[in-house]
């Protein structure tokens, strides 16, 4: 899959289950789980115990799978991530030399900024996506529709602090995409290995984006 299928995978599906998790095979049970609900999309943050591992046996198991790397913080870990399959790097803030070595080998990169000069910045230094971290926390969905106003050209993944009461204001305001960590993968069902809770708020979060998407769409016709 290509840089630009990668683009618009993210952006067709409009979620990214961040895997932010205290093993491994916490890590593998829950990219398998949102893939199996329907979300072929996983961003495996460099926080896990052996994350370079997941990617790799995730990336060998799941070919049609859209496996990133988050939390990429230097071009060492971003090599290494797309040594192991990494289709995607991103990273909670501008990292400038990371931004550049995913244009070097053509690798989807999306980085984190929070105010205007740092989305211009990341926006000028050729990534795919700009994400808007921490995004609840820096006002929400308005934040995300005032960037847009005189930002209008780039595309923002809202990332922090989303959830079911926010994750439509996020797609209405604009955004190409969202962030979801806990709230889509909760502690409790993954400590029990509870698929059914999962893949009910897979499907949720899923209709909510597609629903929230239907008034631009309409506009279009």
Not at 171 to 196: K, T
Request: one cysteine or more; aromatic letters at 6%; glycine letters at 10%.
């Amino acid at each position: 899959m290509n840089r630009l299928k990668v683009r618009s995978h993210i952006q067709e599906i409009g979620i990214v289950p961040a895997i932010r998790v205290s093993s491994a095979e916490h890590a593998l049970f829950a990219a398998e789980t949102v893939h199996n609900a329907g979300i072929p999309l996983a961003e495996v943050t460099m926080t896990v115990p052996g994350a370079i591992g997941v990617i790799a046996t995730l990336a060998r198991k799941f070919p049609e799978m859209v496996v990133g790397a988050g939390t990429v913080l230097n071009v060492e870990t971003a090599r290494q991530c797309l040594d192991a399959g990494a289709k995607f790097l991103t990273s909670p803030g501008l990292v400038l030399k990371v931004v550049e070595f995913g244009q070097k080998h053509d690798v989807v990169v999306f980085p984190g900024a929070l105010t205007p000069t740092e989305v211009i910045a990341a926006w000028d230094s050729g990534a795919d996506f700009v994400k808007i971290f921490p995004c609840a926390q820096a006002g929400g969905a308005g934040y995300i529709r005032a960037l847009r106003v005189p930002l209008p050209q780039v595309p923002l993944i809202a990332s922090g602090g989303v959830n079911q009461q926010t994750v439509s204001g996020f797609i209405l305001a604009g955004a190409v995409a969202v962030g979801v960590g806990s709230e889509l993968i909760p502690m409790e069902a993954l400590m029990n290995r509870q698929e059914s809770q999962i893949f009910e708020l897979a499907r949720r979060f899923l209709s909510m984006v597609q629903e929230a998407r239907l008034p631009a769409i309409k506009g279009g016709v």
